[in-house]
């Protein structure tokens, strides 16, 4: 079968290239710090690589741990974006040299987005001391060097409150985009028992308030959401509404030792497709059973309230991930700000 003939086309995939990272956030989904004892080479990174870009995969976002710790990131993103995929980078801005910001535009980065959790306070106290300012340094040495930075702020019980105090902050920067999103309960925030709920339904009002004269795109990621009337102005996109968890249809995740989720934050065992050393990305793609979850989705499958909102059918109950990992029900969200 020809890829063009598939039903179901990859466009995008998160790929944790490793697991090492210089913190050890309380709320890490992926419990980052050391790196696995079997993570994948660099040949088989490059295979990857060009296994992804064969199958039609056009955009690639990196991440860890942190990235930047793996020596052969360079090398990595560089053997995707000579096959025309364009790569960003997600990083904790700690780590950021002269070096790096030289291999970034060698490889011809499309984006990098720093993660900030909040104000100075909120941000330190999850990482280290120190640690707000060196990503906001990051975020201005990006910029002077032409290279597109956004920021990526995970929402929490805590700093969800203070947004209009971080948005004043950011504001002075030179970005081109804020992605809001929900942080799960899964990894570290799980083991700890870090509060996540927020009310959804004041962050949409905040966004909607701000976007349109805001100095960069602002916008909410897909477990915000759904259907409330700032829908349409709140993606970062004009007119973009949420039309259903993506993951196994349009997108995959990959991590640092090769295993294939349909979404890199369903990050449990179940979810697991299949593994990148005993088997090729076509194949686990095109498996008849593979992302069943999302590929055989029907209406009948919502439970809860999501089973009778008129924009069942089209939301599908919301992000897979975040409805797994709060009540470990697929087809129904607990942070729909409806």
């Not at 640690?131 to 995970?154: C, G, M, N």
């Not at 299949?274 to 059973?289: E, F, K, S, V």
Request: include cysteine; glycine fraction near 10%.
């Amino acid at each position: 079968m020809e890829v063009r003939d598939f039903p179901f086309q990859l466009r995008s995939a998160v790929w944790e290239i490793t697991l090492a990272c210089c913190f050890r956030c309380a709320y890490c989904g992926s419990r980052g710090g050391q790196a696995r004892e079997n993570e994948l080479t660099t040949v088989e990174c490059l295979d990857v690589a060009r296994q992804l870009a064969d199958i039609g995969c056009r955009r690639v976002s990196v991440i860890g741990g942190e990235a930047f710790m793996r020596p052969d990131w360079a090398e990595i993103v560089g053997s995707l974006t000579k096959r025309g995929v364009k790569v960003c980078i997600i990083t904790n801005g700690f780590r950021m040299t002269p070096h790096i910001i030289s291999e970034l535009k060698r490889v011809k980065i499309e984006s990098v987005a720093v993660s900030v959790d909040g104000v100075r306070e909120i941000h330190d106290a999850y990482r280290q001391k120190g640690s707000y300012e060196r990503a906001l340094d990051t975020l201005k040495t990006l910029a002077e060097a032409k290279i597109p930075v956004s920021v990526i702020t995970s929402l929490r019980a805590d700093n969800a409150p203070l947004l209009e105090q971080l948005y004043r902050e950011l504001e002075k920067l030179p970005l081109f985009a804020w992605q809001i999103q929900a942080c799960s309960p899964m990894g570290n925030a799980g083991d700890n028992g870090v509060s996540v709920r927020f009310d959804a339904r004041e962050v949409l009002r905040f966004v909607d308030r701000v976007a349109p004269t805001a100095p960069f795109m602002v916008g909410v990621a897909d477990n915000i959401g759904y259907y409330t009337p700032e829908e349409g102005r709140v993606r970062g996109v004009q007119g973009a509404c949420f039309e259903g968890c993506a993951a196994g249809l349009t997108t995959i995740g990959i991590d640092s030792i090769g295993n294939v989720r349909g979404c890199e934050s369903m990050y449990d065992e179940r979810f697991i497709e299949g593994n990148l050393r005993g088997r090729t990305l076509w194949d686990i793609w095109t498996a008849p059973d593979a992302f069943a979850y999302n590929r055989r989705f029907t209406s009948e499958m919502l439970t809860g309230a999501c089973r009778t909102c008129p924009h069942g059918e089209i939301c599908a109950g919301g992000c897979r991930s975040y409805n797994h990992f709060t009540t470990g029900r697929l087809y129904e969200n607990c942070l729909c700000a409806r």
